[in-house]
T-cell receptor
Framework: GAVVSQHPSWVICKSGTSVKIECRSL??????MFWYRQFPKQSLMLMAT?????????EQGVEKDKFLINHASLTLSTLTVTSAHPEDSSFYIC?????????????FGPGTRLLVL | GEDVEQSLFLSVREGDSSVINCTYTDSSSTYLYWYKQEPGAGLQLLTY?????DMKQDQRLTVLLNKKDKHLSLRIADTQTGDSAIYFC???FGEGSWGKLQFGAGTQVVVTP
């Protein structure tokens, strides 16, 4: 199997606070994980590639100081939304890459819905 | 614009076959994928096809790949109400891209009784 979990599944926070989202690969090790953002009725937008033991690679237009990514182990990556604002409200989805670069397959977590008031 | 394009909506009667189409642009793509997303949930990998294959069948699912036209399709036989969801096709970037995917906008499939 290839199971990926996310925690929390939903979170409501006040503007200005920081929120941490965890992504875990439960039954396989993943040196690479990805973080996506999805707006209603839209596709997934890749935010960053998280690599275990090294700095994340951010896509163009994504603020690295706003969205902090830490891939501390082969089964855990975290995304911290710092000083969240209402425009950060979204559905955040992570995926973990099973296999090696170029021939691996991404398995997705169930997503975390963030609402910033 | 999108590098991967899909039609946005498909309505199909229960028991009929559904065909979802997708076009992509990167000829160096190694794999092409179909994912299913149910409301409020993450993406579920349905199937994938290696770029040197023309067809792959997996139970009710048939994937056809026309590499010349960069056209990918997913056929769902005997469509059920549980198949109602958004279906995303995705292409992998080239070698050395760390498994990055480019997604289409998704096709909303609605199955009617």
């Amino acid at each position: 199997g290839a199971v990926v979990s996310q925690h929390p599944s939903w979170v409501i926070c006040k503007s200005g606070t920081s929120v941490k989202i965890e992504c875990r690969s439960l039954d396989f090790q993943a040196t690479t994980m990805f973080w996506y953002r999805q707006f209603p009725k839209q596709s997934l937008m890749l935010m960053a590639t998280s690599n275990e033991g090294s700095k994340a690679t951010y896509e163009q237009g994504v603020e690295k100081d706003k969205f902090l990514i830490n891939h501390a182990s082969l089964t855990l990556s975290t995304l911290t939304v710092t000083s969240a604002h209402p425009e950060d409200s979204s559905f955040y989805i992570c995926s973990a890459l099973k296999g090696t670069s170029g021939i691996g397959t991404q398995y997705f977590g169930p997503g975390t819905r963030l609402l910033v008031l | 614009g999108e590098d991967v394009e899909q039609s946005l909506f498909l309505s199909v009667r229960e028991g009929d076959s559904s065909v979802i189409n997708c076009t992509y642009t990167d000829s160096s793509s190694t794999y092409l994928y179909w994912y299913k997303q149910e409301p409020g949930a993450g993406l579920q990998l349905l199937t994938y096809i290696f770029s040197n294959m023309d067809m792959k069948q997996d139970q009710r699912l048939t994937v056809l790949l026309n590499k010349k036209d960069k056209h990918l399709s997913l056929r769902i036989a005997d469509t059920q109400t549980g198949d109602s969801a958004i279906y995303f096709c995705a292409e992998s970037f080239g070698e050395g891209s760390w498994g990055k995917l480019q997604f289409g906008a998704g096709t909303q499939v609605v199955v009617t009784p």
